[in-house]
Nanobody, 121 residues
Framework: QVQLVESGGGLVQAGGSLRLSCAAS????????MGWFRQAPGKEREFVAA????????YYADSVKGRFTISRDNAKNTVYLQMNSLKPDDTAVYYC??????????????WGQGTQVTVSS
């Protein structure tokens, strides 16, 4: 059974930083591309960042490019999202997902439960 467990969310002031982690189990982690998505209140879930199986390729939404960094440690079965220069608009529940490289939810077959990130102004 695939499990993805996010952690690291919380409340931070605008301009601050957070690092999200997503620990994976029940799958051959190094065989999967990984992604981060987010869903703000009243909005649809949207793509944030993705990384391929060996970390050699990454892709970001324009809204986070230059501020967020996705990385992975295959030895620890964990993917990370370093978020810097946070803005109130970054407030959302953040989800990690396992699947194939891409920006669409349909590319990813396994999802975590999400972790709340709240950025105060």
């Amino acid at each position: 059974q695939v499990q993805l467990v996010e952690s690291g969310g919380g409340l931070v002031q605008a301009g601050g930083s957070l690092r999200l982690s997503c620990a994976a189990s029940g799958l051959t982690f190094s065989s999967y591309d990984m992604g981060w998505f987010r869903q703000a209140p009243g909005k649809e879930r949207e793509f944030v960042a993705a990384i391929n199986w060996n970390g050699g390729s990454t892709y970001y939404a324009d809204s986070v490019k230059g501020r967020f960094t996705i990385s992975r440690d295959n030895a620890k079965n964990t993917v990370y999202l370093q978020m810097n220069s946070l803005k109130p608009d970054d407030t959302a529940v953040y989800y990690c997902a396992a699947g194939a490289m891409g920006t669409e939810e349909g590319n990813f077959g396994s999802w975590g439960q999400g972790t709340q990130v709240t950025v105060s102004s």
